[in-house]
């Protein structure tokens, strides 16, 4: 399909769930730091651990076992610490990235534990596997479903944080109440399908989106017609500074997070000219119920320029 710029939805699709990601595999005397961004896999060897031996040698009669055990934890740690200070330079390099640890069963809460907390909230998960048996194909084929299960939780996550929102006007839900959010710039998270379209109109003059071209003070005569309302609203809000998430399910179809709540737009006021206009800002209340009518001829008084001159007003409300 020809466009005047790209499909943002299927990017952002691809990018969610299958994001580039980190994993490190470790154990007592080696590590290796695999980059995973799709089919492309990247590995770094770490040089082994200087003064390491095995838990066979424990000296004459075995009178120096523990001692050399202690040896052997402490020049693990040392090992654990130089990995995490390079996993820690990758994933500064790229940016936010999931990390996965993988490894013997008691290499990985060990090496965890050196972890900055910085890599500990971007840890997704482990997989055991002998290190020595590990090629990167299926280092690639055991993280996957580190990351897919990762991405599920995410989901649910995201579900139910919007959910737990407390009724404060800063939560949007279902297509109309999106479409107006996004005219007004609002939208901090903007969780759409995976799929579906929406069509819709979009004016050209302000931009404004709907779903059946007379949402805009413009009229339908500026109203053109676009394949996907959830696609324009992705580009308004990435374009205004928000998050677009993906979501297999997300609540009423289409749901949004505001930076404020929504302004009163159901209220029109009538300029000097005579035509309406729609109200984007609150009014007190005092000013909604007001109507504004022009004065007759016999009452408009040659007195002091004032802009409002020749207008009176009926109070419909309380006083």
């Not at 759409?192 to 302000?206: E, K, S």
Request: proline fraction near 9%.
């Amino acid at each position: 399909m020809l466009a005047v710029r790209p499909h943002v939805r299927p990017l952002l699709l691809a990018i969610q769930r299958c994001p580039a990601y980190r994993v490190v595999v470790v154990n007592r005397g080696r590590g290796w730091l695999f980059s995973i961004e799709g089919t492309q896999v990247s590995t770094a060897v770490l040089p082994p651990a200087e003064g390491m031996r095995g838990h066979g040698f424990s000296g004459w009669y075995g009178l120096q076992a523990h001692r050399v055990n202690e040896r052997i934890i402490q020049l693990a740690r040392h090992h654990y610490h130089d990995t995490a200070a390079l996993l820690e330079r990758a994933v500064q390099a790229s940016g936010a990235e999931p990390v996965i640890i993988g490894g013997h069963q008691d290499a990985i809460p060990q090496f965890l534990g050196v972890l900055p907390a910085r890599l500990r909230d971007q840890f997704a998960g482990c997989f055991i596997a002998d290190p020595h048996t590990l090629t990167p194909a299926k280092v690639r084929n055991l993280a996957d479903r580190v990351i897919r299960d990762w991405r599920n939780l995410q989901d649910q996550r995201l579900t139910a944080e919007f959910q737990q929102q407390p009724p404060d006007g800063r939560t949007a839900t279902g297509l109309s109440a999106c479409l107006v959010a996004a005219g007004q710039h609002a939208i901090q998270l903007l969780l759409v399908p995976a799929g579906g379209l929406v069509p819709g109109y979009a004016c050209r003059v302000c931009g404004a989106l709907s779903s059946s071209g007379d949402g805009c003070p413009h009229g339908v005569c500026e109203a053109v017609a676009v394949p996907d309302l959830i696609e324009e609203m992705a580009v308004a809000t990435l374009g205004d500074g928000g998050q677009v998430e993906t979501l297999p399910d997300p609540p009423a179809g289409i749901a949004a997070r505001l930076r404020h709540p929504l302004r009163l737009t159901g209220y029109t006021s009538l300029a000097l000219d005579g035509v309406a206009r729609p109200v984007t800002r609150p009014m007190p209340w005092h000013r909604r119920s007001c109507i504004v009518w022009p004065a007759p001829l016999a009452c408009r008084s040659p007195g002091r320029r004032n802009p409002t001159r020749g207008m009176i007003a009926r109070q419909t409300g309380p006083r």
